[in-house]
């Protein structure tokens, strides 16, 4: 059944709403483009400067010897971006199979949020490497054997499946939304919407939702317990030699971090939509308090294994991991990390008990905090673990590690693709879901 | 010849000649231009000796013995268009130099006997009544050949001869140290003492275990742990997982490239020998193309004066460094003390050290020679600097 | 590392485990009580599509930085 796309309505609906990022730009939007462009531009730049001259213009260097870390703030921004893109589709997971309708608003915008964030993790992979050109042959040519032994082989299946299963997921459930604006939606997107369309039917949509339960079943063992608390940690909790890093603790503390800055960043999201969108009633109140508590929940998890790792190295622990835990506690940024993160539980907490000191502005400040957490922590994780080896009787051991000006534009350079891809997307694709409420 | 660095003509011992002479395979050659050729090749490396000095020396003698002087080298693909700012008379110099170093060593090998490179099956696991000590008390890899080391410590005095030559003979970068050698004073042990760090070609290698592309692999002929510089991706988490730190990534484009070919290859056309390219991980290699060729040694341990370094092959009982084993113990009264680095960490080392275990009040000192004593860089971060952009320089440079 | 009846333990954790939701979202889809085989079938090819165009967008970059910055 053919759509035919670009006729307005005069019915002011939620579909009003859904459809307002998708009209014509404004002067704001065109600044926010090129701003962002700018900030990528200028990030490709010196990745282009780095894919030159070689990783030496980075901060890391060798560690033995050599006195330094070879995996540093790439390492640790890949890891921040997977736990951002847990949002997603836990969030939709939890409206499917918990039926935690309060989410409801602003499952889309997470889904979208999964998938940008993803890439963008896989791209400070590619960043990251020595010879970028080789990965896809070399690594294909040697899965069927590495896939036994290598946890980042392990890491990149995982990563690959999460993916291809919220793409997925994405696809079977924006037909509905599609079809059903029909007319109203640009119509120079046109072909991609019958492309997106192609074959849809009405009666096809409770069938989808059978399916997508099950996509969202699967996403939900797979991300949180086998990646983010999963393959991601083995890669550094399977390392004997490394004692910061060597404990069965990595997998729920990985975890427990990934959900503060996941939670945090859809709050983020959300709230900016809300704001330039107006879309107090599309994403009520509600929405924010309660993510509030759910970010609140995850986050004193996450303060809680901390206090594990530190009791454990501080007690009467060997001298690898004694030496490790006083450069942890010894480190500034690990605090600042910790109070982010214990100042955003307490506020966030007490608001889930004293709905008086609810505000949605209030949410959003505090979940700011563990989002800039998490990358500290992480990123501290990583070269903490590596400045202390357990075989440490060189001199120049513990090294020393200090980003340079290119690891630091890759942060903004990245945080501006997240802009982009949300401006373009939200301009082709409603990122809102088109049922008030969620039928099952 | 004593200003040459410590090398002279009789740098083995008196001792070792003798029994190296009686040992030499009669051939058709002159035995003893090829010592002597491999003596002042090994001057040449060491800059005691000039190029041109050394092809003039032998000249003659080359065209009587063999008719003809082979030593001139291919420079075609010696100079590719990278970002090496050498000059070309550098590159060439450098070239002679290795080709120097390669003839003689072909002829030194036949001088040195040859047949470290042991064949044939591995028996047993005891050597005259001594265990080969592994963490199960198992030889390694049973029935097959594992090239290993003995290294003893009780004789090593700290001179790096053998980090030299290792840096001379791969050409490596300033402080890419694949082999490295430690000072350190301890509690439990009078005195200074030595460790000599080199990759330990493990028969569990964690770095093999991880590599997503398997660049990093443990040859089955003779058990060397390489990287294949065509395939690797520069992850660099071998780095990551090796508990000895053996490994030096190519940071930026080397100083240096390999001699008379940017792509040396082992028997199975595998870029596996000398330093890697930029982007590309590398470490000791036990010298793959001393191996193939049937030398069967390994350039730190033909260079060791202090008779430190035994490389052959553990799994045979006959080889160089097990004999060592059995006459050091007997020189000791039946009581020897060995040790393999970080055992606990289940990797199965294939370097036997003889002295004692450094414990964990092992501090690092300085030694009788330091490494700028060689004109080489001990700290690599501080010659890691990559090229600055002219903000960067506003700003005073990188932190 | 360990092994169980002669399989390393990454094999188990690869197939054993991790491809284990997956499978099971599959069945579901090709074997549950309201399943639609056309529907079933598009969502495989949804999932292999989005495989392709993962690594072929990665490997099109790959080459895009080979061409640039290693020429052979």
């Given at each position: 059944?053919?759509?035919?796309?670009?006729v307005?309505?005069r019915?002011?609906?939620?579909?009003?709403?859904?459809?307002?990022?998708?009209?014509k730009?404004?002067t704001?939007?065109?600044?926010l483009l090129v701003?962002?462009?700018?900030?990528?531009?200028?990030?490709?730049?010196?990745?282009?400067?780095?894919l030159?001259?070689?990783?030496?213009?980075?901060?890391?260097?060798?560690?033995?010897?050599?006195?330094?870390?070879?995996?540093?703030?790439?390492?640790?921004?890949?890891?921040?971006?997977?736990?951002?893109?847990?949002?997603?589709?836990?969030?939709?997971?939890?409206?499917?199979?918990?039926?935690?309708?309060v989410?409801?608003?602003?499952?889309?915008?997470?889904?979208?949020?999964?998938?940008?964030?993803?890439?963008?993790?896989?791209?400070?992979?590619?960043?990251?490497?020595?010879?970028?050109?080789?990965?896809?042959?070399?690594?294909?040519?040697?899965?069927?054997?590495?896939?036994?032994?290598s946890?980042?082989?392990?890491?990149?299946?995982?990563?690959?499946?999460?993916?291809?299963?919220?793409?997925?997921?994405l696809?079977?459930?924006?037909?509905?939304?599609?079809?059903?604006?029909?007319?109203?939606?640009?119509?120079?997107?046109?072909?991609?919407?019958?492309?997106?369309?192609?074959?849809?039917?009405?009666?096809?949509?409770?069938?989808?939702?059978?399916?997508?339960?099950?996509?969202?079943?699967?996403?939900?063992?797979?991300?949180?317990?086998?990646?983010?608390?999963?393959?991601?940690?083995?890669l550094?909790?399977?390392?004997?030699?490394?004692?910061?890093?060597?404990?069965?603790?990595?997998?729920?503390?990985?975890?427990?971090?990934?959900?503060?800055?996941?939670?945090?960043?859809v709050?983020?999201v959300?709230y900016?939509f809300?704001?330039?969108?107006?879309?107090?009633?599309?994403?009520?109140?509600?929405?924010?308090?309660?993510?509030?508590?759910?970010?609140?929940?995850?986050?004193?998890?996450?303060?809680?294994?901390?206090?594990?790792a530190?009791?454990?190295g501080?007690?009467?622990?060997?001298?690898?991991?004694?030496?490790?835990?006083?450069?942890?506690?010894?480190?500034?940024?690990?605090?600042?990390?910790?109070?982010l993160?214990?100042?955003?539980?307490?506020?966030?907490?007490?608001?889930?008990?004293?709905?008086?000191?609810?505000?949605?502005?209030?949410?959003?400040?505090?979940?700011?905090?563990?989002?800039?957490?998490?990358?500290?922590?992480?990123?501290?994780?990583?070269?903490?673990?590596l400045?202390?080896?357990?075989?440490?009787?060189?001199?120049?051991?513990?090294?020393?590690?200090f980003?340079?000006?290119?690891?630091?534009?890759?942060?903004?350079?990245?945080?501006?693709?997240?802009?982009?891809?949300?401006?373009?997307?939200?301009?082709?694709?409603?990122?809102?879901?088109?049922?008030?409420?969620?039928?099952? | 010849?004593e200003?040459?660095?410590?090398?002279?003509?009789?740098?083995?011992?008196?001792?070792?000649?003798?029994?190296?002479?009686?040992?030499?395979?009669?051939t058709?050659?002159?035995a003893?231009?090829?010592?002597?050729?491999?003596?002042?090749?090994?001057?040449?490396?060491a800059?005691?000796?000039?190029?041109?000095?050394?092809?003039?020396?032998?000249?003659?003698?080359?065209?009587?013995?063999?008719?003809?002087?082979?030593r001139?080298?291919?420079?075609?693909?010696?100079n590719?268009?990278?970002?090496?700012?050498?000059?070309?008379?550098?590159?060439?110099?450098?070239?002679?130099?290795?080709?120097?170093?390669?003839?003689?060593?072909?002829?030194g090998a036949?001088?040195?006997?040859?047949?470290?490179?042991?064949?044939?099956?591995?028996?047993?696991?005891?050597?005259?009544?001594?265990?080969?000590?592994?963490?199960?008390?198992?030889?390694?890899?049973?029935?097959?050949?594992?090239?290993?080391?003995?290294?003893?410590?009780?004789?090593c005095?700290?001179?790096?001869?053998?980090?030299?030559?290792?840096q001379?003979h791969n050409?490596?970068?300033?402080?890419?140290?694949?082999?490295?050698?430690?000072?350190?004073?301890?509690e439990?042990?009078?005195?200074?003492?030595?460790?000599?760090?080199?990759?330990?070609?493990?028969?569990?290698?964690?770095?093999?275990?991880?590599?997503?592309?398997?660049?990093?692999?443990?040859?089955?002929?003779d058990?060397?742990?390489?990287?294949?510089y065509?395939?690797?991706?520069?992850?660099?988490?071998?780095?990551?997982?090796?508990?000895?730190?053996?490994?030096?990534?190519q940071?930026?484009?080397?100083?240096?490239?390999?001699?008379?070919?940017?792509?040396?290859?082992?028997?199975?056309?595998?870029?596996?020998?000398?330093n890697?390219?930029?982007?590309?991980?590398?470490?000791?290699?036990?010298?793959?193309?001393?191996?193939?060729?049937?030398r069967?040694?390994?350039?730190?341990?033909?260079?060791?004066?202090?008779?430190?370094?035994?490389?052959?092959?553990?799994?045979?009982?006959?080889?160089?460094?097990?004999?060592?084993?059995?006459?050091?113990?007997?020189?000791?009264?039946?009581?020897?003390?060995t040790?393999?680095?970080?055992?606990?960490?289940?990797?199965?080392?294939?370097?036997?050290?003889?002295?004692?275990?450094?414990s964990?009040?092992?501090?690092?000192?300085e030694?009788?020679v330091?490494?700028?004593?060689?004109?080489?860089?001990?700290k690599?971060?501080?010659?890691?600097?990559?090229?600055?952009?002219?903000?960067m320089?506003?700003?005073?440079?990188?932190? | 590392?360990?092994?169980?009846?002669?399989?390393?333990?990454?094999?188990?954790?690869?197939?054993?485990?991790?491809?284990?939701?997956?499978?099971?979202?599959?069945?579901g889809?090709f074997?549950?009580?309201?399943?639609?085989?056309?529907?079933?079938?598009?969502?495989?090819?949804?999932l292999?599509?989005?495989?392709?165009?993962?690594?072929?967008?990665?490997?099109?970059?790959?080459?895009?930085?080979q061409?640039?910055?290693?020429?052979?």
């Open positions: 059944m053919r759509q035919t796309f670009g307005r309505s019915v002011p609906s939620r579909a009003d709403h859904i459809l307002k990022p998708m009209g730009p404004s704001r939007y065109y600044l701003t962002a462009g700018a900030v990528a531009l200028w990030f490709f730049l010196a990745w282009g400067w780095q030159r001259y070689g990783l030496v213009v980075t901060g890391l260097a060798d560690w033995g010897t050599s006195g330094g870390v070879p995996w540093g703030i790439y390492i640790g921004l890949f890891i921040w971006w997977v736990g951002i893109s847990h949002g997603g589709i836990l969030i939709s997971a939890g409206v499917r199979l918990f039926k935690l309708r989410f409801y608003p602003v499952a889309r915008l997470a889904e979208l949020l999964t998938i940008g964030a993803l890439s963008i993790a896989g791209l400070f992979i590619i960043i990251d490497l020595g010879r970028p050109d080789r990965v896809v042959t070399s690594v294909i040519r040697a899965y069927a054997t590495t896939v036994h032994t946890p980042l082989i392990w890491d990149v299946t995982v990563i690959t499946l999460y993916f291809v299963l919220t793409a997925t997921y696809l079977l459930t924006i037909r509905h939304d599609i079809y059903h604006l029909g007319r109203r939606l640009p119509s120079y997107f046109a072909p991609l919407y019958r492309l997106l369309t192609h074959g849809y039917k009405p009666e096809e949509d409770k069938k989808v939702e059978r399916m997508a339960w099950w996509l969202a079943f699967a996403v939900v063992i797979l991300a949180p317990f086998l990646l983010h608390g999963g393959v991601i940690p083995w550094f909790q399977l390392i004997a030699s490394m004692p910061a890093w060597f404990s069965p603790i990595q997998a729920p503390t990985f975890l427990s971090i990934a959900l503060t800055s996941a939670f945090g960043s709050v983020l959300a900016v809300r704001r330039v969108y107006g879309w107090t009633e599309i994403i009520p109140d509600k929405a924010f308090a309660r993510m509030g508590s759910v970010l609140s929940l995850v986050g004193l998890f996450f303060l809680w294994f901390q206090l594990q530190i009791i454990t501080a007690f009467a622990a060997p001298v690898g991991l004694r030496t490790a835990t006083e450069a942890k506690v010894e480190d500034p940024i690990y605090w600042t990390a910790i109070v993160v214990a100042a955003a539980v307490l506020y966030l907490g007490a608001q889930t008990i004293w709905s008086a000191l609810f505000s949605v502005r209030r949410v959003v400040i505090a979940s700011i905090a563990p989002v800039l957490a998490t990358l500290f922590e992480k990123t501290l994780f990583i070269v903490e673990g400045e202390n080896p357990a075989f440490d009787i060189y001199k120049a051991v513990p090294g020393h590690y980003p340079t000006w290119v690891e630091i534009s890759s942060i903004f350079g990245a945080v501006a693709m997240l802009v982009l891809f949300f401006a373009i997307a939200a301009k082709v694709v409603p990122v809102i879901e088109v049922e008030a409420e969620h039928e099952e | 010849m200003d040459n660095k410590g090398l002279t003509g009789s740098e083995f011992g008196e001792e070792k000649n003798e029994r190296v002479e009686q040992s030499l395979p009669v058709q050659f002159d003893d231009l090829g010592k002597e050729v491999a003596r002042d090749a090994r001057i040449l490396v800059g005691g000796l000039s190029e041109v000095e050394f092809y003039q020396r032998y000249h003659q003698a080359y065209l009587k013995e063999f008719g003809i002087d082979g001139q080298i291919n420079q075609g693909e010696g590719t268009a990278s970002e090496s700012t050498f000059p070309k008379q550098i590159s060439r110099r450098t070239l002679l130099k290795a080709g120097g170093v390669a003839l003689a060593s072909i002829l036949r001088w040195l006997g040859g047949k470290a490179y042991a064949s044939g099956p591995a028996t047993g696991d005891n050597y005259d009544g001594l265990p080969l000590r592994g963490e199960d008390d198992q030889p390694q890899q049973n029935g097959r050949v594992q090239m290993g080391m003995v290294v003893d410590l009780e004789k005095d700290g001179c790096l001869d053998c980090v030299y030559a290792c001379k050409f490596n970068s300033a402080g890419v140290l694949w082999l490295y050698v430690l000072a350190y004073r301890d439990n042990q009078d005195g200074r003492n030595f460790l000599v760090r080199l990759c330990q070609h493990c028969s569990n290698p964690p770095c093999v275990k991880v590599c997503p592309v398997r660049a990093r692999h443990k040859r089955e002929k058990g060397l742990v390489l990287t294949n065509s395939t690797c991706i520069g992850c660099r988490y071998c780095m990551v997982t090796c508990p000895y730190g053996v490994n030096y990534f940071w930026s484009d080397p100083e240096y490239q390999n001699y008379y070919h940017p792509k040396l290859t082992d028997y199975r056309g595998w870029w596996v020998i000398g890697p390219p930029k982007g590309v991980m590398g470490k000791c290699t036990f010298c793959p193309d001393r191996q193939d060729d049937g069967g040694n390994v350039v730190c341990a033909l260079t060791c004066p202090h008779n430190v370094l035994h490389f052959g092959d553990l799994n045979d009982p006959n080889s160089e460094p097990r004999r060592y084993l059995v006459e050091k113990t007997k020189e000791k009264g039946g009581q020897l003390s040790f393999r680095l970080l055992e606990n960490y289940g990797t199965k080392p294939n370097i036997i050290y003889i002295g004692q275990q450094p964990r009040s092992a501090r690092p000192v030694g009788p330091s490494y700028a004593d060689w004109g080489l860089v001990e690599r971060l501080t010659v890691l600097e990559g090229p600055e952009p002219w903000f320089k506003a700003f005073g440079g990188n932190p | 590392m360990l092994e169980w009846i002669g399989i390393p333990v990454g094999t188990w954790l690869v197939f054993g485990i991790i491809l284990v939701p997956v499978l099971g979202m599959l069945a889809w074997l549950g009580k309201t399943r639609d085989f056309r529907l079933a079938f598009r969502g495989l090819a949804y292999l599509t989005m495989t392709v165009v993962l690594w072929g967008g990665l490997f099109a970059l790959s080459m895009l930085i061409f640039v910055f290693f020429p052979p």
